[in-house]
T-cell receptor, first 116, second 116 residues
Framework: AQSVAQPEDQVNVAEGNPLTVKCTYS??????LFWYVQYPNRGLQFLLK??????LVKGSYGFEAEFNKSQTSFHLKKPSALVSDSALYFC??????????????FGAGTRLAVHP | EPEVTQTPSHQVTQMGQEVILRCVPI?????FYWYRQILGQKVEFLVS????????KSEIFDDQFSVERPDGSNFTLKIRSTKLEDSAMYFC??????????????FGEGSRLTVL
């Protein structure tokens, strides 16, 4: 079965330090992978995606993610965290059994807390 | 920046009542979706809609649910006879292209439904 796992419920980081939010996936074939962020009382905002090509993908707000096929991972990273990065982060994979209509399977989410 | 808008932001209803959640997708988008997030749980796919018909639906999307695009701008989710377990945040999303064509989803801020 296709799935996405975010092993950490919460990640705590000091402002200015690098951050990593982990995601692993299980899907048949080539994965289409996404990261979304949800700020309090807001909808999900697209951060970045991996479809094909360079394993290091750059996205919004200085975030990047590294696709690692051998480890089936797509960890979200940022070199220097900001307090304003504090939010809920969701990893998602396209459901390859769907007809290509963007059915996404989401992870449970990881709450990122950046402390001053 | 164009955005997906949803109304109402919060609706409280009695069990057994009908509810209509409304969404205005981004104007040049062709694919429309509803997802939901029960408090503390994953974001789950409900339905996708393209060319005035449902293209895919999940097992959650049973006969009590329906979607409609009554005019050129609105996209609605109707829940015919609400149940307690329908209490959730409902997210509308739209995309310009299918995931297979690298289209990402743009989400609204959500409509919180509380069934008493």
């Amino acid at each position: 079965a296709q799935s996405v796992a975010q092993p950490e419920d919460q990640v705590n980081v000091a402002e200015g330090n690098p951050l990593t939010v982990k995601c692993t996936y299980s899907v048949s074939g080539n994965p289409y992978l996404f990261w979304y962020v949800q700020y309090p009382n807001r909808g999900l905002q697209f951060l970045l995606k991996y479809i094909t090509g360079d394993n290091l993908v750059k996205g919004s707000y200085g975030f990047e993610a590294e696709f690692n096929k051998s480890q089936t991972s797509f960890h979200l990273k940022k070199p220097s965290a900001l307090v304003s990065d504090s939010a809920l982060y969701f990893c998602a994979v396209r459901d390859v059994t769907s007809g290509g209509y963007n059915k996404l399977i989401f992870g449970a989410g990881t709450r990122l807390a950046v402390h001053p | 920046e164009p955005e997906v808008t949803q109304t109402p932001s919060h609706q409280v209803t009695q069990m057994g009542q009908e509810v209509i959640l409304r969404c205005v997708p981004i104007s040049n988008h062709l694919y429309f979706y509803w997802y939901r997030q029960i408090l503390g749980q994953k974001v789950e796919f409900l339905v996708s809609f393209y060319n005035n018909e449902i293209s895919e639906k999940s097992e959650i999307f049973d006969d009590q649910f329906s979607v409609e695009r009554p005019d050129g701008s609105n996209f609605t989710l109707k829940i015919r006879s609400t149940k307690l377990e329908d209490s959730a945040m409902y997210f509308c999303a739209s995309s310009e292209k299918r995931t297979g064509e690298t289209g990402e989803l743009f989400f609204g801020e959500g409509s919180r439904l509380t069934v008493l």
